[in-house]
């Protein structure tokens, strides 16, 4: 892996669906892949709602892949971070 590779965070959905209970959550999944577009496994995703402060975390699979369910609705910012690369962070992400 690249030590100086930034990391990229690609979303494939960004959902918000209901459930039993009548409360309503969003789901992100997504894969992470270095710049020059090759899978990062065991990354760490960190999605922090911006008006609640509520953090959820996961790690993408050996794919890359991650999906981190039962987000609230709202601004989101997320943020990856493997070891030898930089962290990535996006804001402003709607659920």
Do not use: W
């Not at 959902?15 to 710049?35: C, W």
């Not at 369910?69 to 402003?92: C, N």
Request: aromatic share 4%; with cysteine.
């Amino acid at each position: 892996m690249c030590q100086f590779c930034p990391l990229a965070l690609l979303l494939f959905l960004i959902g918000i669906s209901p459930s039993p209970a009548q409360v309503i959550t969003g789901q992100l999944t997504g894969r992470v892949t270095d710049s020059s577009g090759a899978v990062v496994p065991r990354s760490e995703v960190i999605v922090v709602n911006a008006e609640t402060g509520l953090e959820r975390k996961a790690a993408t699979n050996e794919e890359g892949y991650c999906t981190v369910p039962l987000l609230p609705p709202g601004s989101s910012q997320i943020t990856v971070r493997r070891d030898g690369f930089r962290p990535v962070a996006h804001s402003g992400i709607v659920l």
